[in-house]
């Protein structure tokens, strides 16, 4: 499907790029998640595991790649949502009002027509894959920056996936209140666990202008993180 040699850009729909360079990195970007995108999301996975790591990883990376990119994709569309409706994202009494009048008319119907308004608007899900025989480097970003209010819950929901080793567990104590990305973020450390991938691989980065959420597989006993990397 996509060529390894050099530098080449795939144009497989009017929402999806699948990109490969030098056999090294691949790259997809998209607006909305949709089977297509699904579907391109695995194909990207296989073509990086096809190289360098055991395809048994991938039911894992697929679940987890695909958790982020909805979460990054329902983002910009949250974010169009309460630039339309005049909410203010950095006011809490007005977060909190946009955020209920969203959960109470967003829809999978409106979804379709709130990911072309975020593509206009220039707001994108990009999925990069880095990799090489000692690991894999898998960054979910979308260009709009997390509210404040958000915050203090993605850490928390995060704080409460490390104590957990078992799925089945977690929906037993969380039972109501397995909601959103609360849900998605706790499920991810608990499978890269069960994967033998250890959960401090994968971390959420919030800048002022995008947030990046980031996996990281090491392959090899020599693996540097990329985070040990910017300290050098």
């Known amino acids: 499907m996509i060529s390894g040699m050099g530098k080449e850009t795939s144009e497989i729909s009017d929402h999806i790029k699948l990109h490969v360079e030098n056999e090294k990195t691949l790259s997809l970007k998209t607006h909305r998640i949709s089977k297509s995108v699904e579907e391109h999301i695995k194909k990207a996975i296989e073509l990086v595991l096809e190289k360098i790591a055991s395809p048994s990883l991938l039911p894992a990376m697929y679940t987890i790649i695909k958790e982020l990119a909805i979460n990054a994709c329902k983002a910009n569309q949250k974010r169009v949502f309460f630039e339309e409706s005049g909410f203010d994202m950095n006011n809490p009494a007005e977060y909190a009002k946009g955020v209920k009048s969203y959960?109470?008319?967003?829809?999978?119907?409106?979804?379709?027509?709130?990911?072309?308004?975020?593509?206009?608007?220039?707001?994108?899900?990009?999925?990069?894959?880095?990799?090489?025989?000692?690991?894999?480097?898998?960054?979910?970003?979308?260009n709009t920056p997390i509210a404040k209010q958000e915050e203090k819950a993605i850490r928390e929901r995060l704080m409460k996936g490390m104590e957990y080793d078992d799925i089945a567990q977690f929906y037993m104590d969380n039972a109501d209140n397995t909601e959103g990305a609360g849900l998605g973020l706790a499920l991810i450390l608990i499978m890269l666990k069960g994967e033998g991938v250890d959960p401090n691989h994968f971390r959420i980065i919030l800048g002022e202008e995008e947030t990046i959420a980031r996996l990281e597989i090491p392959l090899s006993k020599n693996y540097t993180t990329k985070r040990q990397l910017q300290k050098n």
């Open 103 to 142: 959960k109470q008319l967003f829809s999978d119907e409106m979804s379709l027509d709130y990911g072309a308004k975020a593509k206009k608007k220039g707001y994108y899900c990009l999925i990069n894959f880095s990799y090489n025989e000692e690991g894999i480097i898998v960054e979910v970003i979308n």
